[in-house]
């Protein structure tokens, strides 16, 4: 019998067998019969990121936006040479420092409208300028800025208010000045003209000095107040409610629009009112507060928008010490968390309607034609103006020279 099974034509057949058997007993052959352990899946805000349910357009408009952020910051470096223009050598060394993961030249030549890409006549290397049609953008959003001075102020006022203890970080400020569309000298251009209504106390605290209840009203207490008059809602049914918006494609659960209507319904400390008045004590009507704070925050920025580990810088003062993410996953009809852009960005559904805002304001008008020139790449450039610009910039510095 041992001949037969170990004989010369079977040994060829046993590897052939072999991996049959161990595909079958994977255990072992006495193991086969127990039941395996399936390990339950992970649900944390990681997977609940990467789960949800994607807004193309906005996707799409944050990956725009990145590269006009790109080209203003490289703009910014240019800007800061004595004669307005860099070697393409020189920007080179600093791609790293702006985020740039492609050769400069390649970027800079996808944007003629923006960048103007030139021989230098003397020193016969390629150089780089701003071209007159973005400085003059670049111009308009600045005074569309400095003229709205008074809205800066509301804005700065009404961030000291939400604040437990009026006061504000100015290093996170500065950090989100170009989304509360504040000047870069705002320290030296706007508080100083509003000393009544708030202070530095100390070289980087703003403090809010009188507190002005008619400011107290958040953006969606008006929204509230036109769903009550114009769609003749019950005043349960908005007192606390927020605007809903689910991306194209969100699954509806079983069970999930009652649970939505029953939080839409649930009390809570709203953004304005004092939370020392009110001690909260049910973890549902915190979580709601801080949706309603973070909803207003998103209301007073230009585009709607601020980047999440920018938010991180307000969480003390805002009283908004919880898993910011996990929050904002929790509402995808309020919030939108988009990834693209190389990094992650909370937009506010209510505000943007096929990739625009729905209520344009002037910085953001302004803005949106910077990203014009982005998006129109290569299209409608003249190959005529760029002898006579050299000619114009040679000229320049001949006299510059002498």
Not at 169 to 183: C, D, F, Q, S, T
Not at 341 to 349: D, F, I, N, Y
């Given at each position: 019998m041992a001949s037969i099974l170990f004989g010369q034509r079977n040994l060829c057949v046993f590897p052939l067998r072999r991996h049959i058997l161990d595909e079958v007993y994977q255990h072992g052959p006495y193991n086969c019969t127990i039941q395996r352990r399936w390990k339950k899946p992970v649900d944390s805000a990681r997977t609940r990121l990467e789960g949800r349910t994607r807004d193309h357009k906005l996707d799409k408009l944050m990956i725009q936006l990145k590269n006009l952020r790109l080209a203003l910051d490289l703009h910014e470096l240019i800007s800061q040479q004595r004669n307005k223009y860099a070697s393409l050598q020189l920007l080179s060394r600093w791609r790293h420092e702006v985020g740039l993961n492609i050769e400069i030249g390649a970027f800079l030549k996808k944007y003629p409208h923006i960048f103007d890409?030139?021989?230098?006549?003397?020193?016969?290397?390629?150089?780089?300028?701003?071209?007159?049609?973005?400085?003059?953008?670049?111009?308009?959003?600045?005074?569309?800025?400095?003229?709205?001075?008074?809205?800066?102020?509301?804005?700065?006022?009404?961030?000291?208010?939400?604040?437990?203890?009026?006061?504000?970080?100015?290093?996170?400020?500065?950090?989100?000045?170009?989304?509360?569309?504040?000047?870069?000298?705002?320290?030296?251009?706007?508080?100083?003209?509003?000393?009544?209504?708030?202070s530095l106390s100390s070289p980087d605290t703003l403090t809010l000095i009188t507190r002005d209840e008619n400011l107290a009203v958040a953006d969606v207490e008006e929204w509230r107040a036109k769903e009550y008059t114009e769609k003749w809602l019950a005043e349960s049914e908005t007192k606390y409610a927020f605007p809903i918006n689910f991306p194209t494609g969100f699954k509806i659960?079983?069970?999930?629009?009652?649970?939505?209507?029953?939080?839409?319904?649930?009390?809570?400390?709203?953004?304005?009112?004092?939370n020392e008045l009110h001690p909260i004590r049910n973890i549902e009507r915190l979580e709601k507060r801080i949706v309603g704070i973070l909803h207003e925050f998103l209301s007073l920025t230009i585009e709607k928008m601020i980047p999440l580990e920018r938010l991180s810088h307000f969480r003390k003062p805002f009283e908004m010490e919880v898993n910011l993410r996990e929050l904002i996953l929790k509402h995808p009809g309020?919030?939108?968390?988009?990834?693209?852009?190389?990094?992650?960005?909370?937009?506010?559904?209510?505000?943007?309607?096929?990739?625009?805002?729905?209520?344009?304001?002037?910085?953001?008008?302004?803005?949106?034609?910077?990203?014009?020139?982005?998006?129109?790449?290569?299209?409608?450039?003249?190959?005529?103006?760029s002898p006579l610009w050299f000619s114009e910039e040679h000229n320049q510095e001949s006299s510059n020279e002498s």
């Open positions: 890409i030139y021989v230098h006549p003397i020193k016969r290397n390629e150089c780089c300028k701003v071209t007159p049609k973005m400085s003059e953008l670049i111009a308009q959003e600045d005074a569309a800025i400095r003229e709205n001075e008074p809205a800066i102020a509301k804005r700065l006022k009404k961030l000291l208010m939400l604040s437990k203890d009026g006061t504000l970080n100015m290093h996170a400020l500065w950090l989100v000045r170009r989304e509360l569309g504040l000047p870069d000298d705002y320290r030296c251009s706007i508080l100083p003209n509003h000393q009544s209504d708030f659960e079983k069970g999930f629009r009652g649970k939505l209507g029953n939080w839409q319904r649930l009390p809570y400390t709203k953004a304005y009112e004092m309020i919030f939108y968390i988009s990834t693209k852009g190389s990094t992650q960005t909370v937009l506010l559904r209510e505000s943007y309607s096929k990739g625009c805002l729905v209520h344009p304001n002037p910085v953001y008008n302004v803005r949106r034609k910077m990203l014009g020139l982005i998006l129109s790449g290569c299209c409608g450039v003249d190959e005529m103006d």
